[in-house]
């Protein structure tokens, strides 16, 4: 009887989790399995019916591409300086509302706005500002008169993406918040009344109790923002299309362009897994460094 009752719930259990099992093998499984298998074959437009194995040569070329090593770069720089900007920004606007206490929810509320903001609308705003005829020029050149002719922030490779970090850094800035916030919301009070009676002020609290207190919260931020960075895509597409001869492009834009614009899906193959792995590398390497902060 107890047999029967225990395979009746196995059975029970199997068939809840079956439809999810389906839908994560078809939808997760296979196409990463399939993107795998088709890195190692010429698979194009032209041969989409009858592709030729060449084993590692899409790998060879993608580590041979110049233009992948420019978006590789411009990739690695977008990280570096939105995600430390995003991180720092959010935990200053979360540490000045956590010492507030009127009107702490509307100003969450203000700092959140733009994380919710489509990327499409803020990417074409930002593009309308910057663009070379945009509100930034006309504002520099008929209000202020710094400029005589109209500067084309898009158009090079320098201001390109730092256009597309300001709007990464804004866009993030609210999410920093509000992960920052709950976390200095649990940060014991006993031990800044202690710091107070020792004469402490609000800088020393901050660097020698709120900081080490909320190291965990801050190495979390640190490997879901690198993950971001690296997927970089919209703002590039719509604000610069990668121009000038893909100076500014990022190797999520220059995949894309790989595969839908000159059919070389077996290259874009390649190329995803290529910056799998360096994630994946990046990934181990945070969360060593998340368990020693944890030991410590």
């Known amino acids: 009887m107890l047999r029967e009752k225990s ?47 060449i084993g590692l ?35 200053l606007v979360a540490w000045l509302i956590n010492g507030i206490k009127r009107f702490s929810v509307t100003f969450r509320v203000i700092n959140y706005l733009p994380v919710i903001t ?40 320098a201001t390109g993406l730092a256009v597309a970090m300001i709007l990464g850094t804004w866009k993030g800035v609210g999410w920093n918040m509000v992960v ?22 609000s800088w020393r609290k901050f660097f020698s109790i709120t900081i080490p207190q909320i190291v965990p919260t801050i190495l979390f931020a640190w490997v879901m923002l690198t ?3 690296f997927n970089v895509y919209t703002s590039i597409k719509l604000m610069t299309g990668g121009n000038p001869v893909h100076q500014t492009d990022t190797v999520l834009t220059w995949m894309y362009f790989k595969a839908f614009n000159q059919g070389e899906f077996g ?30």
């Open 57 to 91: 040569s899409n790998y060879i070329t993608v580590f041979k591409d110049p233009t992948f090593s420019t978006t590789f770069v411009n990739t690695l720089l977008y990280t570096l300086i939105t995600v430390p900007a995003q991180m720092a920004i959010g935990l």
């Open 180 to 201: 920052f916030l709950a976390a200095l919301q649990q940060v014991p009070k006993d031990l800044y009344e202690a710091a107070e009676m020792d004469g402490a002020g």
């Open 7 to 53: 395979a009746k719930g196995k059975l029970q259990l199997w068939l809840l989790v079956l439809p999810g099992l389906l839908v994560f093998v078809f939808f997760t499984v296979y196409p990463i399995a399939k993107l795998f298998a088709m890195s190692f074959f010429e698979w194009n437009f032209g041969s989409m019916f009858d592709q030729k194995y």
């Open 118 to 157: 489509s990327w499409v609308i803020a990417s074409l705003v930002f593009k309308y500002c910057f663009n070379t005829e945009g509100l930034l020029n006309y504002f520099l050149t008929e209000v202020i008169h710094v400029s005589k002719t109209n500067i084309r922030w898009l158009d090079s490779r």
């Open 267 to 296: 290259y874009a193959a390649a190329l995803s897994f290529v910056i799998a792995v360096v994630l994946a590398v990046l990934a181990v390497f945070q969360f060593k460094a998340m368990k020693r902060k944890e030991a410590a």
């Open 227 to 229: 993950i971001g960075g």
